[in-house]
């Protein structure tokens, strides 16, 4: 297949070099685009880099539009013209409703939403997907997409709570830790690279234990915070203080996404 990526920033490079380096890269050729040239001079090799957006998606199969909303109009208008009937358009942006897309283009289009741990092949990759796409369409874009991590499939109105779940994730995880460590190092002299280390290691041995023995959050809890014990008067501080900091978190995301949307919506030339 051709596959064609518009927009070579931190998505559009992290999709094309995981794609590039893949044993199934091996079977497609790849052409980038993007709007300031000094981008492209590292592409991997083997990757064309092109003048236009046009030139990139004339012939495509697959075009993965990585730019933020307020460019997709403005792509999309400028690659339409030279789009084939069956050429597949994948939306990086969750905020970006079909119903605006088609206003634009009328064949099949996705919306992927990857996340970070892409970079080490750990993805939990959203896709949800148009009417107009066949079953061939997804089992060729999902082989793709399974380079980098494991796809999951949503309806399109809960691709907005999904990219919390697992593309605003490991800015959640990062930040919660964080402050857990900081607060750590005011009572040891473990040098701090060493916290961060432990802390870090443990996390994510938690998450292995959890996935591997099928074990529940309150499993966890219940095997590690023995009552009356030194954890429980942790866990105790964490369900009493942590619930309303939680709910202001999503009430916060949830209402940032909804803004997001609504100038989306202005940019393609709708009242919100
Ligand atoms: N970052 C994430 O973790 C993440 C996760 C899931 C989904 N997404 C979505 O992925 C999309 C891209 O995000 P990003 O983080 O990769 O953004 P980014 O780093 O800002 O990259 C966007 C790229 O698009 C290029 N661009 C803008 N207008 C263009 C045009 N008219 N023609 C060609 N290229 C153009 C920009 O070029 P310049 O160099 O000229 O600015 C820039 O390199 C967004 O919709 C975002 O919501 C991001």
Redesign the pocket.
């Known amino acids: 297949m051709r596959i064609s990526l518009?927009?070579?920033?931190?998505?559009?490079k992290m999709i094309t070099e995981k794609l590039a380096a893949s044993d199934e890269g091996k079977n497609h050729s790849f052409f980038v685009?993007?709007?300031?040239k000094e981008?492209l001079q590292n592409v991997p090799s083997g990757v064309v880099v092109c003048d236009s957006?046009s030139d990139c998606a004339r012939g495509a199969d697959i075009v993965f539009l990585?730019?933020?909303?307020v460019?997709?109009k403005?792509?999309l208008e400028?690659i339409v013209p030279v789009l084939s009937d069956k050429a597949f358009v994948i939306?990086?942006?969750?905020?970006v409703t079909f119903a605006m897309l088609e206003k634009c283009f009328s064949g099949k289009m996705a919306k992927v939403?990857?996340?970070?741990t892409a970079e080490v092949d750990r993805s939990q990759t959203l896709v949800t997907y148009n009417c107009k796409v066949e079953k061939t369409d997804k089992e060729n874009l999902e082989k793709l997409l399974s380079v980098f991590g494991n796809v999951i499939e949503l309806p399109e109105n809960e691709v907005g709570m999904g990219?919390e779940l697992v593309?605003c994730m490991p800015g959640f995880i990062a930040s919660i830790f964080d402050v857990l460590c900081t607060s750590a190092k005011k009572h040891t002299s473990i040098p701090d690279a060493q916290v961060v280390k432990m802390v870090l290691q443990t996390m994510c041995a938690t998450g292995e234990l959890m996935l591997e023995k099928d074990m529940s959050f309150e499993d966890v809890v219940t095997r590690v915070a023995t009552p009356g014990g030194i954890t429980q008067e942790g866990t105790k501080v964490v369900y009493e203080k942590f619930p309303e900091a939680a709910d202001l978190l999503f009430n916060k995301t949830l209402e940032k996404r909804k803004m997001t949307a609504e100038r989306a919506q202005a940019s393609f030339g709708e009242d919100a």
Request: charged content about 15%; some cysteine.
């Open positions: 518009i927009g070579y920033g931190s998505m559009g685009a993007n709007r300031s981008k957006n990585c730019v933020r909303p460019d997709l403005t792509v400028e939306s990086l942006n969750g905020s939403i990857p996340s970070v990219s593309s």
